[in-house]
């Protein structure tokens, strides 16, 4: 149980486009999913915290404007990277947080999307 | 805010040997400390964790102690083996449904057979 998947697992594009990037949760539903991001060889760092029918928190030092998050529904997040530019080449990776967790944190990761913008 | 340091960066050893990394945390209050292990371009994975009314855990060749008036917790790894090669995070965070975590920088363990 508690299996996330996302989409696209990696993806390559033109400096000024956008790319969306998928977080499924497979098997619970999620009220709340979280996004990081994590450059080569370095932590992963918290961009924003998805809430289901609701805006997104996102932490200091993060464009809500550039980096759109849309949770739809109870198993389904999205994270648009818009304009994107190559300092925004990383790899993405959503959580979430399965319902009745003994530890009501306790996350669960999607395998990671690397975005290369060119 | 939380604040979570990890040490060491990097950490070699040879097959069976122990491993211990080290992470401090800044905010008292928090109460949830989790253990991922990152292999290479693929996700964390949860190994361990630990609330702040147990001192230790321990599943099998993997524990971690949590000593709460200094503020560190540690992961040990015995008998460690070549598949133990990879990428250990820490985290903080307060055990409720509305915080987040805050990881350390990780570590990269190196088994050597």
């Known amino acids: 149980g508690a299996v996330v998947s996302q989409h696209p697992s990696w993806v390559i594009c033109k400096s000024g486009t956008s790319v969306k990037i998928e977080c499924r949760s497979l098997?619970?539903?999620?009220?709340?999913m979280f996004w990081y991001r994590q450059f080569p060889k370095q932590s992963l760092m918290l961009m924003a915290t998805?809430?289901?029918?609701?805006?997104?928190?996102?932490e200091q030092g993060v464009e809500k404007d550039k980096f759109l998050i849309n949770h739809a529904s109870l198993t389904l997040s999205t994270l648009t990277v818009t304009s994107a530019h190559p300092e925004d080449s990383s790899f993405y990776i959503c959580?979430?947080?399965?319902?009745?967790?003994?530890?009501?944190?306790?996350?669960?990761f999607g395998p990671g999307t690397r975005l290369t913008v060119l | 805010g939380e604040n979570v340091e990890q040490h060491p960066s990097t950490l070699s050893v040879q097959e069976g040997d122990s491993a211990v990394i080290k992470c401090t945390y800044s905010?008292?209050?928090?109460?949830?400390f989790p253990w991922y292990k990152q292999e290479l371009g693929k996700r964390p994975q949860l190994i361990i964790d630990i609330r702040s009314n147990v001192g230790e855990k321990k599943d099998q060749r993997i524990a971690v102690t949590l000593n709460k008036t200094a503020k560190h917790f540690s992961l040990h790894i015995t008998e460690t083996q070549p598949e133990d090669s990879a990428v250990y995070f820490c985290?903080?965070?307060?055990?409720?449904?509305?915080?987040?975590?805050?990881f350390g920088k990780g570590t990269m363990l190196l088994v050597s057979p």
């Open positions: 998805s809430n289901e029918g609701s805006k997104a928190t996102y």
């Open positions: 985290a903080a965070s307060l055990n409720s449904g509305y915080s987040t975590l805050t």
């Open positions: 098997d619970f539903q999620a009220t709340t």
């Open positions: 959580s979430a947080r399965p319902p009745g967790s003994f530890s009501p944190n306790e996350q669960f």
């Open positions: 905010d008292s209050a928090s109460n949830y």
